[in-house]
């Protein structure tokens, strides 16, 4: 896999040479993708405030809902087979997850019972919620294999490109080549 930077205009607007991102294959289509830009994607510190008991959750999610995160749009040339792909791994991931959590729950909410009989049945809900977790590990190192990785530099002027095929990394090379930027001031 390769990197490539370009300006960021070319990236949110689509300006980039039709080749996929991922296949190195030439395309017309299109992913949209937003990204989160500077700082971290998670709460950080504040997921001590759990330490706090209800006030602290209350707080917790206080913060979590009233915080802004800036995002990027950029449109990234993807074939078909990248997209099905991409959105294959995605679907297996949120689906395994979401198994995972109700199986929790449910082994949770079993095991009120106090008998023997349903301590067994949420032990066997459990041990299955956890090995369901392998593949939605896996499906998470999925997803980020076929996803293109978007990072925003500090000028906020150019977007480096991660993850994307040799192909596209050669395209706008020579794109950049035959049509290089004017910077203001230049004559």
């Given amino acids: 896999m390769a990197k490539a930077t370009v300006f960021v205009d070319d990236a ?34 504040a997921w001590l405030l759990v330490l706090a008991g209800p006030i602290g959750w209350l707080g917790l999610f206080i913060y979590a809902v009233a915080r ?38 449910i082994a949770i909410l079993v095991a009120i019972a106090r008998t023997y009989t349903a301590r067994a049945a949420a032990v066997a809900l459990a ?10 590990v896996a499906e998470t190192f999925r997803v980020r294999r076929a996803a293109v990785q978007v990072d925003l530099d500090g000028s906020r002027r150019w977007v480096t490109l991660s993850r994307i095929s040799d192909g596209l990394a050669e395209a706008i090379t020579t794109s950049r080549a035959d049509h290089p930027r004017i910077e203001i001031g230049q004559t």
């Fill in 12 to 45: 949110v607007l689509g300006h980039l040479p039709p080749v996929c991102a991922k296949t190195g294959v030439d395309t017309w289509d299109h992913l949209v993708m937003t990204v989160p830009v500077g700082g971290s994607e998670g709460l950080g510190i």
């Fill in 68 to 105: 802004r995160v800036e995002t990027l749009t950029v449109k990234l040339p993807y074939c078909d087979a990248a997209y099905n792909e991409l959105t294959r791994a995605r679907r297996i991931r949120r689906n395994t997850g979401l198994a995972v959590i109700m199986l929790f729950v």
């Fill in 127 to 136: 041990v299955v919620a956890v090995g369901l977790l392998v593949p939605f």
